[in-house]
């Protein structure tokens, strides 16, 4: 080794990291050995130059002034802020309006109310084909008399009114008992407090996508295998995000991934289906 | 004042001062300022050569630091923390001088130099015949580029990946670039001791 | 003398077929007068569509036809023109193949869809929509208007776009954008490379997105941003001295890197799946 060979390779190496080589060089180059020597030397001193030297104290009273500058800034903005919150409060007409806008919207709803009424008892059948009925399920011996509804309209505008949230919670119940929680790897729920991670049903997907690929290669066998290539790339992509969101659920970037992946999939299906192009 | 409160002349501990601090307290900050003036001053002056540069980047730094003491989270120790703020603040101000942060090609070549077998009378070490003014005084000589990646890395201590991402260069560049900044110091000592020599 | 005569040869064959061709092209203009901020939309499956700015209020198509069995189904709807190339059975991506050049009114918004292309718009100020599998698109001088590109595999260029919406999506092909920039860029790209030159300008919003399509933006250095560049298997490389900045996520060395250039007027996002991101400083 020449002194050339060693400084070229100086520099990516710090003492004790040097090669067998290097260290003989050193101990027959007194021009090496002198260069390195300096250089510890200079590093070494150049350590204690560290937090030698000490401001004067005019910049902390710079400092200071600076900062009690800004807060009074920020006090002045602050009150300024209330001022203006006090100063936006509403006129009492405003109040006055809404009330009317309220009353106005009772009343339109009321009569909604009635003229839905009204439409039910048009379209129910006249009293006879019930008489005739009756008549006839009497004779047969399958109906008593009927008990007349006493039932007030106040009561049964609650029963129909009672029927909404028991069909809302009845949808809900529904939804819940359809929801399956995602199982993720082997047989464990997926969390719920994570964001819900859309695994692709491989079977399915693979599937459309064949049925995609068959009606483009029945309109354009031409841009079957353009079609072919671009969602194996969008289904890699899918794959990736997936994998990288299933391992660290709360990385948004990584979300934000997954949906730029489906979207690019539902583009090439809507470039597939698009009518105006075969 | 309650118990919990220190009164005056008792010191905060750091982390108290910290604490404060991001309420706003006057007191912690200026706690804090005390304990880390001396560090992030030199290295302003380091980095900058020139004292009243140094003083008004030490005032940005800690002003920096008052704005943001409420976003620090303790994923770093403070003083880092603190360092690598100050150390942004000095780079962006000698960018904005249109001062080079990375060393530009240098026209000189001081492999060449150094591998130079020096004829006649040998050139005695810098240990032992170099003090630290001349050793001051040759870092405030050197070229910014230069001065950044040395002070950097061998006065503060930190690492190439951490430099080269702080500067925006590779770590080999980083690397090359300080032994350069080295050898270049190196001839300036030797330049200053041959002075010093010849003075009466 | 063989050799003569068999370049003879040649030369005839070719003028024949070319006479051949020509004879069989039909040429075909339509005039469409228009009202301000006219809509003009034209499907074609095989074949280029140029789309240039002419004063005055007329939208001019001149369309060749390569065979008959193509046709032109072109209707106007009050400010409204739309032609579609119609097939004919047995028609080939040769003998369906129509070119068309459009002129337009500069406010016009204009909606080109085509599988082979090319696709060319300038000089523009309404919005441009293009879409194309295969097709090139080449896009530039567009100012205050929104241009939204699809393509599968056909690269898109861009160029001298300003002040409008800019979207892009592109599977595969190559996303070049040259002096883009206004409140809302966005691109997303699958393995397609995106090239970016510019200054991140107007205080808007960038996206440049990829799967392992390689991310390249050269920036000026007196451009305003603030950047999370961010590659998950990829690696991250920054010729720029950034500002401090605070991240979501924590910053690995060489996977990403965030932080603020100047004033940060703009925000830009950098991100790709396995494809290398580089953020370089333009050379003045």
Redo the contacts between chains.
């Keep these: 080794m020449n002194c050339a060979e060693f400084q070229q390779v100086l520099p990516g190496t710090e003492k004790g990291g040097r090669s067998a080589e290097q260290e003989l060089h050193l101990q027959s180059c007194s021009v090496c050995s002198d260069l390195v020597s300096d250089l510890d030397f200079i590093v070494r001193e150049a350590r204690t130059l560290q937090a030698s030297e000490e401001p004067s104290p005019q910049v902390w009273q710079s400092i200071q002034a600076e900062i009690a500058e800004l807060r009074s800034e920020l006090d002045l903005i602050a009150r300024e802020a209330r001022a203006l919150q006090a100063s936006e409060e509403p006129s009492p007409a405003v109040w006055k309006s809404i009330q009317a806008e309220i009353g106005d919207w009772q009343t339109e709803m009321a009569s909604i109310a009635a003229q839905a009424r009204e439409l039910q008892a048009s379209h129910e059948p006249s009293p006879r084909v019930w008489n005739s009925l009756e008549i006839a399920l009497r004779e047969e011996g399958l109906i008593r008399q009927p008990q007349r509804e006493t039932v007030p309209m106040s009561s049964r505008r609650w029963r129909l009114g009672w029927l909404v949230p028991v069909a809302t919670a009845a949808l809900v119940a529904f939804g819940v008992l359809l929801y399956r929680p995602t199982v993720v790897n082997q047989g464990e729920v997926a969390q719920s407090a994570s964001p819900r991670v859309f695994h692709t049903n491989n079977q399915v997907s693979v599937k459309d996508d064949q049925e995609l690929l068959n009606a483009v290669g029945t309109r354009s066998p031409a841009m079957r295998v353009a079609y072919e290539n671009d969602l194996r790339d969008v289904n890699a992509y899918i794959r990736d995000a997936e994998q990288s969101a299933a391992a660290d659920p709360n990385d948004e970037e990584v979300q934000q991934y997954l949906m730029d992946a489906y979207q690019q999939k539902n583009m090439v299906y809507q470039m597939a289906l698009d009518r105006s192009l075969p | 004042m309650t118990d919990a409160r220190k009164s005056r002349g008792d010191k905060l501990s750091e982390a108290e001062a910290i604490e404060r601090a991001k309420q706003g307290d006057?007191e912690a900050?200026?706690t804090l300022?005390h304990l880390h003036?001396?560090?992030v001053?030199?290295l302003c002056?380091?980095m900058t050569a020139n004292t009243a540069e140094?003083?008004d980047l030490?005032?940005e730094a800690?002003?920096q630091l008052?704005r943001k003491v409420g976003?620090f989270r303790g994923e770093s120790a403070f003083s880092t923390w603190l360092h690598?703020?100050s150390v942004?603040v000095v780079?962006?101000h000698l960018?904005k001088k249109g001062l080079p942060?990375v060393p530009l090609e240098d026209t000189f070549d001081t492999?060449e130099e150094?591998?130079?077998?020096?004829p006649g009378a040998?050139?005695p070490?810098?240990?032992g015949s170099?003090d630290?003014l001349q050793?001051?005084r040759a870092?405030g000589a050197l070229p910014p580029g230069y001065r950044s990646i040395?002070v950097l890395h061998?006065?503060?201590?930190y690492e190439h990946?951490e430099i080269?991402?702080?500067?925006?260069c590779?770590i080999g560049n980083s690397?090359?670039q300080?032994?350069k900044a080295?050898?270049k110091?190196?001839d300036l000592?030797k330049m200053s001791r041959a002075e010093k020599a010849t003075k009466p | 003398m063989d050799y003569r005569q068999c370049a003879t040869r040649t030369t005839l064959i070719v003028m024949l077929v070319t006479a051949t061709v020509v004879v069989c092209q039909t040429r075909k203009e339509f005039r469409y007068t228009v009202g301000p901020h006219a809509s003009v939309s034209v499907v074609n499956q095989y074949g280029p569509i140029t789309v240039t700015p002419a004063p005055g209020n007329q939208v001019v198509v001149t369309a060749v036809l390569h065979s008959d069995k193509v046709e032109i189904d072109q209707s106007q709807s009050a400010n409204r023109v739309e032609l579609i190339s119609h097939l004919l059975p047995g028609s080939t991506s040769d003998s369906g193949r129509v070119d068309y050049e459009v002129l337009v009114p500069p406010d016009a918004s204009v909606s080109l869809h085509s599988s082979t292309g090319p696709l060319r718009a300038e000089k523009l100020h309404g919005d441009v929509t293009l879409e194309g599998a295969t097709a090139n698109v080449d896009v530039h001088d567009i100012s205050n208007a929104h241009v939204h590109v699809k393509t599968l595999d056909g690269p898109v260029i861009l160029s001298n776009i300003s002040d409008g919406h800019v979207e892009i999506t592109s599977i595969s092909g190559n996303v070049t954008l040259d002096e883009v920039s206004g409140p809302l860029v966005q691109v997303s790209s699958n393995s397609g490379k995106i090239l970016y030159t510019g200054d991140f300008g107007s205080g808007g919003e960038y996206s440049l997105m990829s799967h392992t399509g390689d991310i390249d933006a050269n920036v000026a250095s007196y451009a305003s941003f603030d950047v999370i560049a961010r590659s998950i298997k990829g690696r991250v490389e920054n010729d720029f001295l950034l500002g401090p900045k605070h991240t979501p996520f924590a910053i690995k060395a060489g996977s990403a890197f965030a932080g603020t250039l100047n004033k940060a007027a703009s925000s830009v996002k950098l991100s790709s799946f396995s494809g290398k991101i580089h953020l370089r400083k333009r050379q003045p």
Aim: proline fraction near 0%; glycine fraction near 4%.
């Design positions: 006057a900050f200026e300022y003036k001396r560090r001053y030199s002056l380091r140094a003083e030490t005032q800690f002003l008052f976003t690598r703020m942004n780079l962006m960018r942060v492999e150094s591998a130079k077998k020096e040998e050139d070490r810098l240990a170099v630290r050793l001051e870092i040395f061998d006065v503060e201590g990946n080269a991402e702080m500067v925006g590779s690397k090359s300080l032994h080295r050898l110091l190196r000592l």
